[in-house]
């Protein structure tokens, strides 16, 4: 492959740039939503246990009494102890999730209930 020229490393990194910019922004306006009553229901950890005993338990640990799963995937109380966990981002990431995952279709409403049921499992 030959070596890029230093104007085509400067547009990709200027690329990368801006990719990191827009989502950084994206899960800083996720996070500062604030629900106006009638329009955007605050999110719901105990509907988003809901929907993880529905889609996820198969794979993941959900909860602390679910016994085992049937995947590798790392289990939820995992996930939410994680020093770099955001729930602004998990959620984005919940609405097109990686190719191992089904197609759950989540509505936006949804995946904010998920991850934020994922982040009441953090210790306090």
Same mark, same amino acid.
Not at 42 to 46: G, Q, R, S, T
């Given at each position: 492959m030959p070596p890029r020229s230093p104007a085509c490393a400067f547009a990709l990194r200027a690329v990368f740039a801006a990719v990191v910019v827009v989502g950084l922004a994206a899960s800083a306006a996720l996070a500062q939503i604030e629900p106006r009553p009638g329009l955007t229901p605050? &999110?719901? &950890?105990?509907r988003g246990a809901e929907i993880a005993r529905r889609w996820c338990a198969t794979c993941h640990v959900t909860a602390a009494d679910q016994t085992q799963a049937t995947g590798e995937a790392t289990p939820f109380m995992a996930i939410a102890r994680r020093?770099?966990?955001?729930?602004?981002?998990l959620a984005l990431f919940l609405l097109d999730p990686h190719p191992r995952m089904p197609d759950m279709s989540l509505t936006r409403a949804e995946a904010a209930d998920l991850a934020a049921y994922i982040k009441s499992l953090a210790p306090h």
């Open positions: 605050a &999110p719901d &950890p105990a020093n770099s966990f955001d729930a602004g981002l």
